[in-house]
């Protein structure tokens, strides 16, 4: 199963429903990471709406495989409770705990998805309404867990740029902000905001738009921000598909 959300954000799921009636759910925070021996962590919800509403928490184990995010159904970190009833302006908690048993080796990584559930006794035909899907990146490390070690290529191919990431190191490393220095010079902005995360000992691609990319030569210079600080790095350009 592929990942919804590259980052820690929300995604809108239409559905008939009365309109006004939007339910509405935050939560905070966005994101977690936790240290051995540290395993436990919780998330406040919070319903702002009027109306009560039912939300639905799981957890799963998330890799990256062929560059693109999957993710698994997962026993070894578990959410309290998985499901429940939101009351009128009313917080709650959910506690996320690793209940596997062997120690955590490097960095493990998963994602908490809480779906706002359709009601129903709302639904009116031909009335669309908006629910919300939470995909919440969680991570497990070690004391020993190493950095992240990253190189980059670059692809073009016609109108599409293809930016591979592969991480040698044990720790992810988060993507925002992605630019790529041309062959003329110019800094081209690829990705504004969060561009994705690439998880330790995998392989993440993304592809953008090139029109108006030219890349020539062996390298170029890409530059992006990440939650270690300003990435300033020499990307490799490859030819052919």
Do not use: H
Not at 112 to 137: A, H, K, M
Not at 149 to 173: E, F
């Amino acid at each position: 199963m592929r990942s919804w959300l590259a980052g820690a954000s929300a995604i809108a799921v239409s559905f008939c429903a009365a309109p006004g009636n939007a339910a509405s759910v935050r939560v905070a925070p966005t994101t977690a990471d936790l240290l051995a021996p540290d395993s436990a962590t919780t998330f406040n919800l919070r319903n702002e709406d009027d109306r009560p509403l039912n939300v639905q928490i799981r957890v799963f184990r998330w890799t990256q495989t062929g560059g693109v995010d999957r993710l698994a159904p997962t026993a070894d970190v578990v959410a309290s409770p998985p499901s429940q009833t939101l009351g009128p302006n009313a917080d709650y908690v959910v506690r996320v705990v690793r209940a596997a048993k062997q120690p955590v080796a490097g960095e493990e990584s998963y994602r908490v998805v809480v779906d706002e559930l359709p009601d129903p006794s709302r639904r009116q035909p031909g009335v669309v309404n908006i629910v919300l899907r939470y995909s919440l990146p969680v991570f497990f490390r070690s004391a020993d867990a190493g950095r992240s070690q990253v190189s980059w290529t670059v692809r073009q191919n016609g109108n599409a740029l293809a930016v591979t990431a592969k991480n040698a190191g044990q720790q992810r490393l988060k993507i925002a902000d992605l630019k790529l220095a041309d062959g003329t010079g110019r800094s081209i902005t690829l990705g504004s905001g969060l561009v994705g995360y690439v998880l330790g000992n995998a392989t993440m691609q993304w592809s953008f738009p090139a029109q108006g990319i030219r890349v020539s030569g062996p390298t170029v210079k890409l530059s992006a921000q990440s939650d270690g600080g300003e990435i300033n790095a020499t990307a490799a350009v490859q030819t052919g598909r």
